[in-house]
């Protein structure tokens, strides 16, 4: 699978290992920064980033790490079709990607340890999007974004 990746400053180390492994699982990353964990960014720019290669489909899933994973969840959720989801465990995760149908996980590096990022994101990637309630659930997300869409035109 193809996932786009980035964060701020206070997410950097988190996102690099992040990046190491799933490739190591086989899965193409691309990074779109930042690039280190000294200087200051700002995280509405990286959550944007990714949120765009996940919309206009560069990227099939998106992971986004900040300090909270809040600021960049805002800013990733801003792009029209991007369903971002900060969680904090595995059954958030799970849960994101199966009920709310999530294409990008969001992670706070201040608030949870590398051990448990990494079961959140393998939870994520292993649940399989839910079916029935979930899609006509989905729809009027999807319907929200046309409609914010609509109203910058
Ligand atoms: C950066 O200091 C911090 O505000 C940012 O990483 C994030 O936690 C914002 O939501």
């Known amino acids: ?16 290992l992040l990046a190491t ?13 930042t690039d280190n964990s000294v200087d200051s960014v700002d995280y509405p720019d990286f959550g944007a ?9 560069r990227a099939e899933l998106g992971v986004v790490v900040c300090g ?11 792009v029209a079709g991007v369903r971002a ?7 958030s995760a799970r849960l994101a990607r199966e009920h ?11 608030l949870i340890g590398a051990p448990v990022a ?7 990637l292993n649940a399989i999007p839910g079916e029935g309630r979930h899609v006509g659930r989905i729809a009027k ?3 929200l974004d046309e409609r914010n869409v609509e109203e910058e035109r």
Not at 21 to 33: A, K
Not at 49 to 57: D, F, I, L
Not at 68 to 78: E, H, L, Q, R, Y
């Open 141 to 143: 997300l999807h319907a």
């Open 68 to 78: 909270t994973g809040i600021g960049i969840s805002i800013a990733a959720n801003k």
């Open 21 to 33: 492994t799933l490739e190591s699982w086989g899965h193409d990353v691309i990074d779109l920064g």
């Open 118 to 124: 990494l079961d959140a994101l393998e939870a994520w």
């Open 100 to 110: 709310n149908h999530a294409n990008v996980l969001c992670l706070g590096a201040r």
């Open 1 to 16: 699978m193809r996932i786009a990746m980035g964060s701020d400053h206070a997410g950097f180390d988190l996102k690099d």
């Open 85 to 91: 989801a900060v969680v904090h465990d595995v059954t």
């Open 49 to 57: 980033a990714v949120g765009n290669a996940v919309a206009s489909r």
